[in-house]
C-alpha cells in the first residue's frame, strides 16, 4: 500500500513569505508527527496529533509555526512570514496507535519523504 | 527528559566486515530505544526497536543491537557488511512520559568501501 506522502517535496521561498506544507498519512493511521530536521542533525520533535486533535504542540519554535488536521487524515504545517532559518528537511510520520494504546513506544512511526524548504 | 548520543557522526567500513555503530541514551523514565536508517533521497525506515522484552534485538537486513541499562548503550553491529548498507543511522529514544516523541541523534553516516 501507499506510505506517507508528502508535498511538495523541495520548496523555495523568499523570506517573509508564508508556506504551507503537506501531509498525506498512511490510510487508517490515527497518529500523525511532524518533524524537523536542519543539516547534519536528527529530527527534532515539532507536534503531534491524535485524530483531529492536537495533543502537543511543545516542539513548534514559535507562533509563526502552526498546524492542523481538520479531518483526522491530511495534515497542514504553515509557517508564516518566512525566516532563513527555517530552512531545513520538515517530515512528518504517521502510526497506527489509537487514544487507548497500551505500552506506549511499541508502534512504529512511518516517514515520509519529507519537504526539502530553502528560504531565500 | 530524554536524549541520546551516537558517539560516531562516521564510519568507514570495508565491504565483508563487521558494523559497530554506537548510541548512548539518557531517559528519566523507561526508554523505548529504535535504529533509523535514511537512504538517500528517502524516508526514514525503522531498523529494530527495544521495548523492554528481550535485550538482544534482531532488526532488518541482518542488523541487531543490545539493550544494556548499565552502559545506558544501545550499539547497533552487523557481521558482515554490504554496500548497499550505506546510509544515514539514527539511534532514537522515547520514554513513556512522552511516548510519542521521538528523540534522534544526530545521526552516523556509513560508507562501505569497496
Known amino acids: 500500500g501507499a506510505g506517507v506522502s508528502q508535498s511538495p517535496r523541495y520548496k523555495v521561498t523568499k523570506r517573509g513569505q508564508d508556506v504551507a506544507l503537506r501531509c498525506d498519512p498512511i490510510?487508517?493511521?490515527?497518529?500523525l508527527y511532524w518533524y524537523r530536521q536542519a543539516l547534519g542533525q536528527g529530527p527534532e520533535f515539532l507536534t503531534y496529533f491524535n485524530y483531529e486533535a492536537q495533543q502537543d504542540k511543545s516542539g513548534l519554535p514559535n507562533d509563526r509555526f502552526s498546524a492542523e488536521r481538520p479531518e483526522g487524515s491530511i495534515s497542514t504545517l504553515t509557517i508564516q512570514r518566512t525566516e532563513q532559518r527555517d530552512s531545513a528537511m520538515y517530515r512528518c510520520?504517521?502510526?497506527?496507535?489509537?487514544?487507548?494504546?497500551?505500552?506506549?513506544?511499541?508502534?512504529?512511526?512511518?516517514f515520509g519523504p519529507g519537504t526539502r524548504l530553502t528560504v531565500t | 527528559a530524554q536524549s541520546v548520543t551516537q558517539l560516531d557522526s562516521h564510519v568507514s567500513v570495508s565491504e565483508g566486515t563487521p558494523v559497530l555503530l554506537r548510541c548512548n541514551y539518557s531517559s528519566s523514565y523507561s526508554p523505548s530505544l529504535f535504529w533509523y536508517v535514511q537512504h538517500p533521497n528517502k524516508g526514514l525506515q525503522l531498523l529494530l526497536k527495544?521495548?523492554?522484552?528481550?535485550?538482544l534485538v534482531k532488526g532488518i537486513n541482518g542488523f541487531e543491537a543490545e539493550f544494556k541499562k548499565s552502559e545506558t548503550s544501545f550499539h547497533l553491529t552487523k557481521p558482515s557488511a554490504h554496500m548497499s548498507d550505506a546510509a544515514e543511522y539514527f539511534c532514537v529514544v522515547s520514554d513513556s512520559s512522552n511516548d510519542y516523541k521521538l528523540s534522534f541523534g544526530a545521526g552516523t553516516t556509513v560508507t562501505v568501501r569497496a
Open positions: 510520520a504517521s502510526s497506527p496507535r489509537g487514544r487507548l494504546a497500551g505500552r506506549p513506544g511499541t508502534y512504529e512511526q512511518y
Open positions: 527495544y521495548t523492554s522484552a528481550a535485550t
Open positions: 490510510s487508517g493511521h490515527v497518529s
